[in-house]
């Protein structure tokens, strides 16, 4: 299994949490990079800029940690499993921790890129409504 990792510091750790844990508007927080995001429950269906939609099952919300896990439930993956984290650097700024599993080994080549371009995108969304 590949594990892909990264992070980005953050200027308000608490406007980031709630942007991450926002499970069903997730395009708000990943605009730019998501369209569209709607909620079923514990699953919501996400579409990409680029038209791939995705299914992701929320896996669980820890706000002690301000951790939230999701896994994608249907597409190419034989696993997909991932978490942002955001974590206090204690003056009110954090660090936002994005984590990524993924099976075969050979789909970091297709999820990093758009990792990359997902936390830049968050990054500049919280600058626009901060």
């Known amino acids: 299994m590949a594990t892909i990792i990264k992070e980005i510091a953050v200027p308000d ?3 980031a949490w709630q942007a991450a844990c926002d499970f069903g508007n997730a395009h708000r927080a990943f605009a730019g990079i998501l369209t569209d995001c709607t909620r079923d429950e514990d699953v919501r ?3 990409f800029a680029n038209g791939l939609v995705v299914r992701e099952r929320l896996v669980g919300i820890d706000e002690g940690r301000r951790r939230i896990a999701y896994a994608v439930i249907d597409g190419a993956f034989a ?3 991932a978490s942002f984290q955001i974590r206090d650097n204690g003056d009110g700024s954090g660090t936002m921790i994005w984590t990524c599993d993924v099976l075969p080994d050979i789909a970091v080549e297709t999820v990093e ?3 990359e371009a997902g936390i830049a995108a968050f990054a500049r969304n919280l600058e626009a409504v901060a």
């Open 79 to 81: 696993h997909h499993n």
């Open 113 to 115: 890129p758009l990792m």
């Open 45 to 47: 269906t996400v579409t």
């Open 13 to 15: 750790g608490w406007a």
